[in-house]
C-alpha cells in the first residue's frame, strides 16, 4: 500500500524558514516525480514544486522561485522542501504528491498535509 | 499566464446527473485530470488523461475534454459525491489547478 506522510509544519515567523519532509513507501520511489502542492484555509489547490525522480530536474511555481528548494533522498524515500523568507501568504496545508506515469500530469497518490502557519 | 476557470458551485438532485465544466483556452489541446476533495480530507483523482478512471473510480464519474471546455460528468448522483472539484492541467512547466466547484446534492 502507497504511503506518503509529511511532517515538520508549524507556526513560524514572517521572514523565517521550515523544512519540511515527506516519507514515501509502497512504491519503486526513484521511478516518480514527486510535488509539493498547497491549500490556504479555505481557498483552492496550487502547485509549489516539482522534483524528478533521481532528483535532478526540479520546476517551481513563480510564487515560490527563490524562496522554495525541493530535493529528494532516493537512498531514504524521503522528499523535503525547504522554505525560506515565508511570508503570510504562504500559510497553508501543504500535501507531498506523486504524479501518476502517463501522457498527462495527474497526481494519484496524496499525503495527509502538514500545516504551516506564518505569523508574527 | 494560463489559467483555469469553474463556476464557483453546481446543485444537482440525488439521482441526477452532474456536469462541472473547467474552461482555458485551447484546452482542448492538453491533458486534463480531475480531483475531489471532501471536507478535511486529501484530494482524490478521479479523472485523468481527460477521459480516463483511476482504480477503484465509479463508472459514474466521466470526462471529455474539447475546444476550450472541459467537463466532470456524474451520473446518478449521490449523497457521497457532494464534494469541491477541481480541475488542473500542465502549461509551460507549470502545473494550473482551476478555483473548484462544490458539488451539492440537495
Known amino acids: 500500500e502507497v504511503s506518503l506522510v509529511e511532517s515538520g509544519g508549524g507556526l513560524v515567523q514572517p521572514g523565517g524558514s521550515l523544512r519540511l519532509s515527506c516519507e514515501v513507501s509502497g512504491l519503486i520511489f526513484s521511478r516518480y516525480w514527486m510535488y509539493w502542492v498547497r491549500q490556504a484555509p479555505g481557498k483552492g489547490l496550487a502547485w509549489a514544486a516539482r522534483?524528478?525522480?533521481?532528483?535532478?530536474?526540479?520546476t517551481y511555481a513563480d510564487s515560490v522561485k527563490g524562496r522554495f528548494t525541493i530535493s529528494r533522498d532516493n537512498t531514504k524515500n524521503m522528499v523535503y522542501l525547504q522554505m525560506n523568507s515565508l511570508r503570510g501568504d504562504d500559510t497553508a496545508l501543504y500535501y507531498c504528491v506523486r504524479e501518476r506515469p502517463g501522457r498527462g500530469v495527474a497526481l494519484d497518490y496524496w499525503g495527509q498535509g502538514t500545516l504551516v502557519t506564518v505569523s508574527s | 499566464s494560463y489559467e483555469l476557470t469553474q463556476p464557483p458551485s453546481v446543485s444537482v438532485s440525488p439521482g441526477q446527473t452532474a456536469s462541472i465544466t473547467c474552461s482555458g483556452h485551447?484546452?482542448?489541446?492538453?491533458?486534463i485530470s480531475w480531483y475531489q476533495q471532501k471536507p478535511g480530507l486529501s484530494p482524490v483523482l478521479v479523472i485523468y488523461e481527460d477521459t480516463k478512471r483511476p482504480s477503484g473510480i465509479p463508472e459514474r464519474f466521466s470526462g471529455s475534454n474539447s475546444g476550450n471546455t472541459a467537463a466532470l460528468n456524474i451520473t446518478e448522483t449521490q449523497a457521497m459525491d457532494e464534494a469541491d472539484y477541481f480541475c488542473?492541467?500542465?502549461?509551460?512547466?507549470?502545473?494550473?489547478f482551476g478555483g473548484g466547484t462544490r458539488l451539492s446534492v440537495l
Open positions: 488542473q492541467t500542465w502549461d509551460t512547466n507549470t502545473m494550473i
Open positions: 485551447k484546452l482542448g489541446e492538453k491533458y
Open positions: 522534483i524528478s525522480g533521481d532528483g535532478s530536474a526540479t
